[in-house]
């Protein structure tokens, strides 16, 4: 059986740390009060200089603090006095919906090994940007088709510009919140300006977290990408001279949207994140923890399994064997001769999913 890493980090406890830290401020050195509790000189070093802080948590140091964060949120809820006016509260966020979407489920007759069904012989897909507020309300959706143009680049600063889709729709009532992710395309300085001029508000979802905070991603994109194919295979069904492309596509969206995007669904979509009604017990603290496979130790094998491993040509890494210990998910692992690119990829699965 393979070794594994022992535990590399906080092997001794905390008051120990304290103790040592408080001998060294006495007058002790560092390596006589290390070695006396038990703790990293290094480790000691770095809290005595104060580099580190006994309350610091594991991992990259936040760009912003805990408490500027709150400020930003108790001002967003009372200066802009949007508690009672769920209409002024936006979300968007993009998803792509392809020509040949997986087929949904079918009837055939019992026992059939296989069911043929027609799909559209374009693999070209569209991204759709969905707009909706706290109170249930949709904006048209902002379609964007494959292309290289200047145009096509712009288009998110288009959908906020004057007399497009956000202004026209957002209704006159000023200020108005918009919360997009953290993408690229969502911070271009004249669309920033435009909406500083009109008194929109851009909050920024963090980077990382939007498995738990984007709001269509957890509710709505779910049930619209599940309606969207029974659409396109019925569609296939009822015209079979017809394919899926740029010119049958609207028709199918239209479909899908009138029967997802509907007010119930879009309220539920606020109360699960927490920010309408503003409720911040509904994201966990957990959710934002370190990673179980970060956490955990990684398996290594023993010299004898490595001598009985088959060498490879020089160019091609060699051949791992991957063993988990008892306790862990029963799994093994044999990497078979694959390409330098296969290699890396089973190696990154391999040190993140023990």
Known sequence: MGKTNEKKYNKYPRDALEKAIKAVEEGRTC??????????????????SGKCRLDRRAGREC???TDIENAIVDKLVAELKLKDKPESIWN?????LQFSPDSSRIVAEKGE??????????????????????????????????????????????????NNVFLKHCGPARPQLLVPDSH?????????????????????????????LQLLDKVVFKPFKTAYKRVCTEFLARHPSLTINKATWPRLLKQ?????????????????????????????????????AIRSMVPVAD??????????????????????APGEHTRTLLVKQKTPTQLSRLTTWSNFSV
């Open 256 to 292: 899908t949207w009138d029967s997802t995007m509907r007010e119930g669904l879009l309220k539920k979509t606020f109360e699960a994140t927490g920010i309408y009604p503003v409720d911040r017990s509904r994201i966990p603290d957990s959710v934002f923890s370190a990673s179980d």
């Open 113 to 162: 090994r296989s069911v043929n069904s027609r799909c559209s012989p374009s693999k070209e897909s569209v991204t759709t940007l969905v707009t909706i507020n706290a109170a249930g309300q949709a904006m048209p959706p902002l379609c964007v088709v494959k292309g290289k143009t200047s145009r096509a680049l712009q288009n998110f600063a288009r959908w906020t510009r004057r």
């Open 92 to 96: 968007c966020d993009e998803t792509g």
């Open 184 to 212: 690229h395309s969502h911070e271009m300085l004249d669309m920033l300006e435009l909406a500083q001029q009109e008194d929109i508000h851009v909050m920024a979802l963090p980077p990382h977290t939007t498995h738990a």
């Open 31 to 48: 390596s006589g009060a290390a070695k006396e509790f038990g703790v990293p000189r290094k480790t000691l070093a770095h809290h005595v």
């Open 63 to 65: 760009n912003i603090p």
């Open 303 to 324: 010299a004898e399994e490595r001598d009985n491993l088959k060498m490879v040509p020089k160019e091609k890494p060699l051949q791992q064997l991957l063993k988990l």
